[in-house]
């Protein structure tokens, strides 16, 4: 093992090969070969591929859930909202391997996969409070806010917006749209 490998190192690599390279192109040889040792020395720190996918989908949500959470600090309500969609966008266009190992993991419903999912939710609900929405209400529009940002980051990522029209305004148009009508619903 070389020294000062560790499964951090490892899944810091897989993720900068997948930002640079794409997800698709992550297999156990290609991050061995980006750090420059032999493939055999990763399953000191990985079970295989598949639980490189898992340590990664995981790694990528606690980064997202940090992005979010530095998004909403100071910030309540519409504007905490706000900022986590833009800051949820944002991450995409960084970190776009690494946002699409969030959607390729082996097993979604994995339970280390589902805690880590699970803590972007929670920040979610917490600032979501404000509206004093049931908890149902809640998680429907958690949802909601998450299909909006991962349908317009997905797109935008696939080159689907070729019209001459700023992403940044059409992003901060949705938003708004989002939030006036949580706004309305909530009243």
Partial sequence: MRKGLDKMTVLEATAELADQEGY???TLASVANRLQIRTPSLYNHVQGLPGLKKELACYALRKLKEELVEAAIGKTGEEALYSIGVAYVSFVRQHPGLYEATMGAPDPLDSDIQ??????????????????????????????????????????????????VNTDETLRHILNTYVTGLRTKSS
């Fill in 24 to 26: 698709e192109q992550i």
């Fill in 115 to 164: 805690e880590a999912g699970n803590e972007i939710i929670a920040l979610l609900l917490r600032v979501l409070e404000t509206y004093r929405l049931d908890h149902e209400d809640a998680l429907h529009t958690v949802r909601g806010l998450r299909s909006l940002v991962h349908g317009f980051a997905s797109l935008e990522l696939r080159k689907g917006f070729n019209m001459d």
